[in-house]
Nanobody, 125 residues
């Protein structure tokens, strides 16, 4: 049974950092494109960052470029999102998603069929 589980969310002050983790089970992650998406209250789900199957290609939303870094460890079946210089507007539920046909260069939620349950990130003083 394919499963994705996010962890690492929490409350952080503006300018702080968090590292989100996505653990995959029930399948081998190395043939899947993986993405991080977020959804704030009253807003549509948006792509934050996506990574190719082997990690050689990445894509970031303009709003997080230079602050967030996506990475993966296929040997551990894990994907990470390092978030630095966090801002209040980064507050959202963050989701990990995977799909063998996902397109890392587009990072569109409609291309991803498997999703985690989400982890809350709150940036506030």
């Amino acid at each position: 049974q394919l499963q994705l589980v996010e962890s690492g969310g929490g409350l952080v002050q503006p300018g702080g950092s968090l590292r989100l983790s996505c653990a995959a089970s029930g399948f081998t992650l190395d043939s899947y494109v993986v993405g991080w998406f977020r959804q704030a209250p009253g807003k549509e789900r948006e792509g934050v960052s996506c990574i190719s199957t082997r990690g050689g290609w990445t894509n970031y939303a303009e709003s997080v470029k230079g602050r967030f870094t996506i990475s993966r460890d296929n040997a551990l079946n894990m994907v990470y999102l390092q978030m630095n210089s966090l801002k209040p507007e980064d507050t959202a539920v963050y989701y990990c998603a995977a799909d063998p046909g996902g397109r890392w260069y587009r990072c569109d939620a409609r291309d991803f069929g498997s999703w985690g349950q989400g982890t809350q990130v709150t940036v506030s003083s």
